[in-house]
């Protein structure tokens, strides 16, 4: 028993890879999804596929640079199920690669817009349903990045995902004492749009060079999530699990 059933779920950035896997693994514990999703056609692909599989999902389009359709998400959420009680923050960005002194101010403002400060706001509101509800579980999605640098020229990325990892922490000593437990996964070299979209020539080069000698899939985060967010994990907050085949291990 994971407890999720019947559990108010948000997700962003559900309409696909990573997102949209844990949607899916989600609602198969029973819990009711609100996928957020920039692009509407994939985020309507995610709710259809899990009502297809008989559990309770909602779609809504949202634009994680806006301030106002944050607080319009949370509202449209608790219209459809309730006060959000588990949070998957899993919507990222990541800059075409350049060295730090030629990013200009545009290309931080979007990362740091979608990476920090949208999903700073995504867990005020999470945190205000949890306190109202009694309760609940954040997870972010942060990334191996964070804690080790992979590769040059996504210096912002890297930056963003590191604060991911310190707001993660920072949440979870605060809030604890009030039954919300804050946690982030930390995925590696894992088979994603972004991943693919990375400007990575060889992707079987990459995969040679990690431990277990081959890519993630989106499942096997999604697997993690679940358990954070589940009864299993009663016990774990202010943790950062690496899903990273070996990488930081390294």
């Known amino acids: 028993m994971t407890g999720l059933e ?3 779920t948000l997700v962003t950035g ?3 890879g990573i997102g949209r896997a844990t949607a899916l693994a989600l609602a198969r514990e029973g819990a009711r999804v609100v996928v957020a999703n920039r692009r509407i056609q994939e985020g309507e692909e995610t709710v259809a596929l899990i009502r297809a599989a008989g559990g309770e999902a909602a779609f809504t389009r949202v634009d994680l640079r806006e301030p106002a359709e944050i607080d319009a998400l949370f509202e449209t959420a608790r219209r459809a199920f309730g006060p959000v009680t ?12 350049a ?3 030629e990013v200009g101010a545009d290309v931080y403002e979007h990362v740091f817009g979608v990476n920090v400060r949208a999903l700073l706001r995504c867990m005020q509101h999470e945190i205000r349903h949890m306190l109202e509800a009694g309760g609940g579980v954040i997870v972010n999605n942060a990334s191996v990045s964070g804690t080790r640098n992979p590769n040059p020229g996504l210096g912002l990325y890297c930056a963003s995902k590191a604060a991911v990892i310190s707001l993660t922490r920072s949440a979870a000593m605060e ?9 982030a996964v930390s995925p ?3 088979r994603t749009e972004m991943m693919l979209a990375s400007g990575i020539a060889d992707m079987s080069e990459v995969a040679r060079g990690l431990p277990l000698r081959r890519l993630g899939e989106p499942e096997e985060v999604a697997a993690a999530v679940v358990w954070l967010a ?7 907050t202010g943790h950062v699990l690496a899903v990273d085949g070996g990488f930081l291990s390294q």
């Open 86 to 97: 588990i949070g998957f923050n899993n919507a990222a960005v990541q800059e075409r690669r």
């Open 6 to 8: 019947g559990r108010v």
């Open 14 to 16: 559900g309409g696909s």
């Open 188 to 190: 590696g070299r894992v």
């Open 175 to 183: 809030y604890g004492p009030h039954r919300i437990r804050v946690n």
């Open 99 to 101: 060295p730090l002194a």
């Open 230 to 236: 589940s009864a299993a994990a009663s016990f774990v």
